[in-house]
């Protein structure tokens, strides 16, 4: 039999806790008969301590162009002046338009009070608060603007539809604060109603975003996907996450034009860095989002599958929290458990 075509992906395993939790994803990717070939590139704190105040070494700009896929650990930020979020820039430069965060419950193996929630979050990821215009008038002045394009919210909307056509969901929900915001929310609004009419088969809902967040505090399973604008997406879906009982499992997918980015939702956790104590679920369902975009919906399959298996078999990190547990592990041992599976 001729081997198998390999995708190449560019590989940061990112600071703290990443390097462990990259170790344990590809071996648990490799295990499952990924066909990739992970080139890695260096990304984070020791690329801004050389100097370099992106965050990025010069070479890795190449190889994420050429590979169009990046799967990441967490970096660390540095606090003070000086350094932007080397994530922010990454999202600026290279254009990822979408950022999409599944939320779902797995219970009874991890504690929630709703085990019927299964919902994705999709967030404009350029615009909005987070374009960073931000001056002072005055000494007790300041301002942020808010920028809202039509481009910017038919491109993340259609994205919403798209995925969830190719997902089987069956409603999109828009969450916005038209009420207040006219013209930038209302933009949002309107482009969702337009776009949502060429999605016949997808039934689609608006919520001011207020009485959105309280529902879906509430009644998370009454949602299927929400798209929203930059900030109400970024507040929103962690919301989710913790309602799910799961925020140390999320993994999400920020997509772009020509490039796609994959990482844990959790940040570096300096504080049990070096220890063998994370869990490495956060990255490896982002490694799965990541087979399933580069055409690989087998693998990502398997690894989920092999994934819920594990939590199924009560064996958990230290981090997880529920009367489901048979057996505690490290973060190797885990990805082994993973791997017997
Ligand atoms: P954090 O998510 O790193 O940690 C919060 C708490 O959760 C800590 O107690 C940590 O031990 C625990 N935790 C996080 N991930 C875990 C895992 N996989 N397994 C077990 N426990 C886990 O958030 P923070 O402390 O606010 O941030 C630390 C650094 O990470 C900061 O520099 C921040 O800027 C950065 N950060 C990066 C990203 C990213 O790269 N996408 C995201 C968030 C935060």
Redesign the pocket.
């Known amino acids: 039999p001729t081997p198998p075509t390999l995708t190449p992906i560019a590989v940061a395993p990112?600071?703290?806790?990443g390097p462990e939790?990259m170790a344990a994803t590809l071996r648990v990717l490799e295990a499952a008969g990924a066909r990739i070939e992970p080139r890695p590139v260096e990304v984070g704190q020791e690329v801004y301590l050389r100097g370099v105040s992106s965050g990025v070494a010069p070479e890795a700009w190449e190889e994420l162009r050429r590979t169009g896929v990046l799967l990441?650990?967490?970096?660390?930020?540095?606090?003070g002046g000086g350094y932007k979020?080397?994530?922010v820039t990454l999202r600026k430069a290279l254009g990822l338009y979408a950022n999409v965060r599944p939320a779902r419950a797995y219970a009874p193996f991890v504690a929630t009070h709703h085990p019927g929630m299964d919902l994705v979050i999709v967030r404009e990821n350029e615009e909005d608060l987070y374009a960073g215009i931000e001056h002072r008038q005055t000494d007790e002045v300041y301002q942020c603007l808010k920028l809202v394009t039509r481009e910017g919210c038919e491109r993340v909307v259609r994205y919403a539809f798209e995925y969830a056509r190719a997902h089987g969901r069956r409603k999109v929900t828009a969450m916005s604060k038209d009420n207040i915001m006219k013209l930038t929310d209302g933009l949002f609004h309107r482009v969702f109603d337009e776009v949502a009419r060429e999605y016949p088969e997808i039934t689609a809902d608006h919520l001011i975003v207020d009485i959105g967040a309280a529902r879906l505090g509430a009644q998370p399973e009454r949602f299927d996907v929400i798209v929203t604008l930059n900030l109400y997406g970024d507040i929103l879906s962690d919301i989710a996450s913790e309602v799910a009982g799961s925020?140390?499992l999320g993994g999400s997918a920020n997509i772009g034009q020509s490039v796609a980015l994959f990482?844990?939702?959790?940040?570096?956790?300096?504080?049990?860095a070096g220890q063998d104590?994370?869990?490495?679920?956060?990255?490896l369902n982002a490694a799965a989002l990541m087979l399933t975009h580069i055409g690989q919906g087998d693998v990502a399959a398997r690894v989920l599958n092999a994934w819920l298996r594990t939590l199924e078999d009560g064996i958990h990190?230290?981090?997880i929290a529920g009367e489901h547990t048979a057996r505690r592990v490290g973060t190797q041992a885990f990805a082994d458990a993973v791997i017997e599976r």
Do not use: F, M, W
């Not at 990112?14 to 806790?17: F, M, T």
């Not at 104590?277 to 990255?283: C, D, E, F, M, Q």
């Open positions: 990112g600071d703290g806790i939790l990441k650990g967490p970096i660390t930020t540095p606090q979020s080397v994530n925020v140390g990482e844990a939702v959790h940040g570096s956790a300096p504080d049990i104590k994370a869990n490495p679920s956060g990255l990190t230290g981090d």
